[in-house]
C-alpha cells in the first residue's frame, strides 16, 4: 500500500459540489463512455511554465505580464510565496502583472504539498532581507528536499531545520548570495536543479550546478527552465547532450517583459488517453509545435499504444484505432502521463512494463503503489518493480457496492481514475476535489467531452 494516505481535505471544492458532478465530502462517480468520443478541447495553462514565470518575475529587474496562467492550487501557492517575500501580483486581463519587491521582516511561506513551491522559492528566500519559514501539508515533508537545502548552504545560504533536510524549515535571507560551485545528487526531482537555476542568475558569483547519482527524471523540465531563463536574458551554459549532468548560470539581470504560458500538455494526458480507450478523437487546441513541454514523447508513447496523432487547423488530434498494444516504456521524461498510461495499459491486447518512474513514490503520495493498489480493486494486474509498472490486462469488473478509487489526495490518481471510467461502470474517485491542485475545471472538462457530438 502507498506509505501514507493523508488525510483528506473535504472543504476545497466543496461549493462547486454540484455543479461539477461531485457528491457530498468531493467524491465522483466517474462518467462511462456510451460511444466513441470526437470532441475538441482546450486546456488551462501549463503549471510548469506557469510557476517558473512566477519565480522569474519576482527576481526580476522591472514588471512582468504573464499571460494565460494557470490559476489552481499549485500557482496560487507560488504567487503567495512571490507575494510573501515582496513581489506583488495583480490580474491584468487574462494574466498576471508581477512587479518586483522585497521586504524587510520575517515571513513564511506556505508550500501546501506543491513540488515546484518546495524547491523553487528556497533558492529566491536566500536572497531575501530576512527570516522565510517554509511550512506545508503533512505531505510536504516527505518530499525530497534535502539535496537542496545543502547545495544552497555550500553556495553561502544559511537554513535551519534542526537536522531534518525537510519542511519545515527556514532560510535565514541575508540580502544577498555568493553563489559559486554546487554537486547534488538530483535523482529524486529535476526540480531540485530547476530551483538553483531560477534563482543563480541573481547570486553574485551565480552558481555552476553539477548532478551526481542516478539519472535525473523530467530532463525536459530542467530544458523548460534553462529556455525560459535564456529568454529572460540569463546567460545559461549546458553540459553536452551526451552527459547534459552541467549546468553554469551567469550573474546578470532578468527582464522577462512578457511570458506568455502554453496549455498544459501533463494535462493533455487523460483527454488524449480517452480517445484511444473509445476508438475516438480529440482535437487539443492550441497545442505548441516547437514549445517548451515533452510533446514529443507524449504522442510517441500514445501512438506506440495504437493512436494517431495529426496537426489540423484546429489543433493537435489523437484518434483511437480500436486497439490498445501493450509497450514497454522509459517514461521518465513524461512521469506526469504514467497515471492515465496505466489506465490505458489495463485494456490493452497485451502486457506493459513502464520504467524511469522510481522517483513517483515521493509525489503527491506514492503513484506506484497506490496505481498498483487502486486498480486492483477493479480487477487490474498492476505490479510494482523497482523502477516503475508493470500490467498485465485482464477482465475488469465494474465498481459494486462499496468500491471505490481512492485519490490518496493526488490529482494525477484521480485522472488515472477518470479514464479507467470510461471503460469500467461504477468507479467513485474518492476526494475528487484534489484535482483542483492543478486543473480546477477538469471535471467539468471531461463531461464536456463526454457530451460533444461529430
Excluded at 513564511?108 to 524547491?119: P, Y
Excluded at 477493479?378 to 516503475?388: A, C, H, Q, R, S
Aim: hydrophobic residues 40%; aromatic residues 4%; charged residues 20%.
Amino acid at each position: 500500500m502507498p506509505a501514507q494516505q493523508p488525510s483528506r481535505d473535504r472543504s476545497e471544492g466543496q461549493a462547486n459540489d454540484q455543479a461539477t458532478g461531485l457528491e457530498p465530502g468531493g467524491d465522483w462517480l466517474a462518467p462511462t463512455a456510451q460511444r466513441a468520443i470526437s470532441a475538441r478541447l482546450e486546456l488551462p495553462g501549463s503549471k510548469s511554465i506557469t510557476n517558473r514565470a512566477l519565480i522569474l518575475a519576482a527576481l526580476a529587474q522591472s514588471p512582468t505580464r504573464i499571460g494565460r496562467p494557470l490559476r489552481a492550487r499549485d500557482t496560487e501557492l507560488m504567487a503567495g510565496a512571490i507575494s510573501a517575500l515582496g513581489a506583488t501580483v495583480a490580474a491584468e486581463g487574462d494574466g498576471w502583472l508581477v512587479t518586483p519587491g522585497w521586504r524587510d521582516t520575517p515571513a513564511t511561506v506556505d508550500v501546501g504539498n506543491a513540488g515546484t513551491v518546495i524547491r523553487f522559492v528556497p533558492p529566491a528566500a536566500a536572497l531575501a532581507r530576512a527570516d522565510v519559514a517554509f511550512r506545508g501539508d503533512p505531505r510536504a515533508a516527505q518530499r525530497p528536499v534535502g539535496p537542496l537545502l545543502t547545495a544552497l548552504e555550500a553556495l553561502g545560504a544559511r537554513i535551519d531545520d534542526d537536522g531534518r533536510r525537510a519542511v519545515p524549515f527556514t532560510v535565514r535571507g541575508q540580502g544577498r548570495m555568493p553563489g559559486g560551485t554546487v554537486t547534488l545528487d538530483a535523482s529524486g526531482s529535476s526540480q531540485l536543479v530547476s530551483g538553483l537555476l531560477l534563482a543563480a542568475p541573481r547570486y553574485d558569483k551565480g552558481a555552476e550546478i553539477r548532478h551526481s547519482g542516478p539519472r535525473v527524471p523530467s530532463a525536459p523540465h530542467i530544458a523548460m527552465t534553462v529556455a525560459m531563463l535564456r529568454a529572460a536574458g540569463a546567460d545559461v551554459e549546458t553540459g553536452p547532450p551526451s552527459i547534459n549532468d552541467e549546468w553554469r548560470v551567469h550573474p546578470g539581470a532578468l527582464s522577462p517583459g512578457v511570458i506568455d504560458v502554453e496549455p498544459d500538455l501533463s494535462n493533455s494526458g487523460p483527454f488524449l488517453a480517452a480517445a484511444v480507450a473509445t476508438a475516438g478523437e480529440v482535437t487539443i487546441a492550441g497545442w505548441p509545435q516547437d514549445g517548451l513541454q515533452a510533446s514529443a514523447q507524449i504522442l510517441d508513447v500514445l501512438t506506440r499504444m495504437g493512436a494517431t496523432a495529426q496537426v489540423t487547423a484546429e489543433g493537435m488530434r489523437v484518434s483511437g484505432t480500436g486497439a490498445i498494444h501493450g509497450i514497454t516504456a522509459d517514461l521518465a521524461d513524461i512521469s506526469e502521463l504514467a497515471p492515465p498510461l496505466v489506465a490505458l495499459a489495463a485494456m490493452a491486447d497485451s502486457p506493459s512494463t513502464f520504467t524511469g518512474i522510481g522517483h513517483m513514490r515521493t509525489h503527491e503520495c506514492d503513484r506506484l503503489a497506490a496505481l498498483a493498489m487502486e486498480f486492483g480493486k477493479f480487477g487490474g494486474d498492476v505490479t510494482e518493480l523497482p523502477d516503475g509498472l508493470r500490467i498485465r490486462p485482464r477482465p475488469l469488473r465494474p465498481g459494486g457496492a462499496g468500491a471505490s478509487f481512492d485519490s490518496y489526495d493526488d490529482h494525477r490518481l484521480v485522472m488515472a481514475g477518470a479514464v479507467l471510467g470510461l471503460a469500467v461502470p461504477g468507479v467513485r474517485v474518492l476526494g475528487a476535489s484534489t484535482v483542483a491542485k492543478t486543473f480546477p475545471g477538469f471535471r467539468e472538462l471531461w463531461g464536456q467531452m463526454l457530451e460533444q457530438r461529430p
